[in-house]
């Protein structure tokens, strides 16, 4: 089981939930951010802005899911480029794996814990 | 040292709050999120009175049920957010010692647990280090 956090560009992220539910991942979590990269934010003039918004989307799968998550978020995330297609902006976001050990339901106190339990179909998370 | 995040119903957080304190959890970060399950929304977030609710799809009562948390512009769902079924939702972000993970999930379940779609999730990961900013102390002693 692992986690994804994915932060977005917003106007890209409605597109990335609608991608990601094609293929039956309809479980996430999204967040709304601020912050910059290494470019450090956009600078206009002589002002910089540091905090640009932006989206994030937390999203719990399976381990062999995670792959094909990963791929979706990445290629419809990415902005198209006239004179550079297929190669993204700066801004575009990151995507972030974690582990995650163990997962509760509330409503079952139903555990599923790392590594046990049948592997998932695609887009069954925990 | 784990981290718990938990995802929960807006209308149970003081009482979760409340519950965390009983067993000594003082360190806990609230987020306002929007958020769906396996069941994409469908069903109402504000629990109503007596029983769940039903899987009743798209109906015109759900724009009354899901009533955002007022002054939190983050939690306020777009056009988009209500068409895609995400739900107005609180996080709960605790970093805990390994012992005390234990009691804390045993907690959030049986304040937050009601039985019906939409109790929220907890999940449990592995976190490295803890630093208190104040004075650089590292490690399980940075949680106390």
Redesign the interface.
């Known amino acids: 089981m692992k ?1 994804i956090w994915a932060i977005i560009r917003p106007e890209y992220s ?1 597109k990335v ?2 991608a990601l ?1 094609k293929t039956g991942i ?7 951010v601020t912050g910059h990269g290494a470019e450090i934010g956009i600078t206009a003039g002589l002002v910089n802005y540091s905090e640009i918004p932006k989206e994030m989307l ?1 999203l ?1 799968l399976s381990d062999i899911d995670v792959a094909h998550a990963v791929k979706i978020i990445s290629t419809t995330a990415k902005t198209w480029q006239k004179e550079n297609p297929g190669h993204g902006a700066v801004g575009d976001g990151k995507i972030f794996v ?10 079952t ?1 139903e555990t599923r814990r790392n590594g046990s339990g049948p592997p998932g179909k695609t887009g ?3 | 040292m ?1 981290k718990i ?4 119903r807006n209308e149970k957080v003081e009482e979760t709050k409340s519950a965390l304190m009983k067993i000594g959890v003082n360190g806990v970060t609230f ?1 306002h ?6 069941q ?1 929304g469908l069903i109402p977030s504000r629990l109503p009175a007596g029983g769940c609710p039903p899987y009743i799809g798209r109906h015109p009562l759900r724009t009354q049920d899901d009533v955002p948390v007022p002054g939190h512009p ?1 939690s306020r769902p777009t056009e ?2 209500r068409e ?1 079924g ?1 739900l107005p ?1 609180r ?1 709960l972000i605790i970093v805990a010692n390994d012992s005390d993970v234990r009691p804390i ?1 045993d907690a ?2 049986a304040t ?15 976190m490295i280090s803890a630093i208190r900013v104040r004075n650089g102390e590292q490690g399980d002693s940075a949680l106390v």
């Not at chain 2, 937050?112 to 592995?126: L, Q």
């Open positions: 986690m409605q939930i609608d539910e309809s479980a996430m979590t999204r967040l709304h937390m719990v974690t582990y995650v050990e163990d997962a509760y339901t509330i409503r106190a069954t998370t925990v | 784990k995040i938990a995802i929960i987020l999120v929007a958020g769906r399950g396996l994409k983050a988009n957010e895609s995400f939702k996080m999930i959030l379940i937050n647990r009601t039985g019906c779609h939409g109790d929220g999730k907890i999940f449990v990961c592995p």
